[in-house]
């Protein structure tokens, strides 16, 4: 079956850039989306169709998915944007989520 | 507005039958997939399946194959997830999301139903 990897974990230094990175056989060849869920919430979709940002997400995250990488980037990290963040791609019609990151900002 | 209402958590004892619900209004039910995603304590989100309320077509994510049931209905705008036999295992949250079509992301989401199987 097909596998997402993520880093557990990513820390980032208030206002600087975090990147999440996500890994899968030719994941280029397929859209990713990346979802943000904070503690006790439901996820949210901050990323689709690899670099696209639904309406209400701060232009802050982008996204980029080429070769067998997709990188989720949030610039100018406030404390706010701490969270487990999950990709999601699509395998014959079948939904596979990376394992999440949890991304601290301290 | 969108909304998917998902009904309130449940404990239940191993080897019942469970049948939670999600309800969805403010958009065109028989032509979105409704999935499911199960989180067990503290880890990740595992997709479950999806069902086309429109015609009940049913996908299922091999690892749930033969564990649990999706339906839908679409006079009730009401998506469903049913176990046979709960396990011990089977504890979880359990979300329901909706896509609209094939390379677009679940852009909304329930609340969550909260599971719980213990004996």
């Known amino acids: 079956s097909y596998e997402l990897t993520q880093p557990p974990s990513v820390s980032v230094s208030p206002g600087q850039t975090a990147s999440i990175t996500c890994s899968g056989d030719k994941l280029g060849d397929t859209y990713v989306s990346w979802y943000q869920q904070k503690s006790g919430q439901s996820p949210v979709v901050v990323i689709y169709q690899d670099n696209k940002r639904p309406s209400g997400i701060p232009e802050r995250f982008s996204g980029s998915n080429s070769g067998n990488t997709a990188t989720l980037t949030i610039s100018g990290t406030p404390a706010m944007d701490e969270a487990d963040y999950y990709c999601q791609a699509w395998d014959n019609n079948v939904a596979v989520f990376g394992g999440g990151t949890k991304l601290t900002v301290l | 507005e969108v909304q998917l209402v998902q009904s309130g958590a449940e404990v239940k004892k191993p080897g019942e039958s469970l049948k939670i619900s999600c309800k969805s209004s403010g958009f065109d039910f028989a032509t979105s997939w409704i999935g499911w995603v199960r989180q067990m304590p503290g880890k990740g989100l595992e997709w479950m399946g999806f069902v086309f309320p429109g015609d009940s077509d049913t996908r299922y994510s091999p690892s749930f194959q033969g564990q649990v049931t999706i339906s839908a209905d679409k006079s009730m705008n009401t998506a469903y997830l049913q176990w046979t036999r709960l396990k011990a295992s089977d504890t979880a949250m359990y979300y329901c999301?909706?896509?609209?079509?094939?390379?677009?992301?679940?852009?909304?989401w329930g609340q969550g139903t909260q599971v719980t199987v213990s004996s």
């Open positions: 999301a909706r896509r609209l079509g094939p390379g677009d992301p679940f852009d909304y």
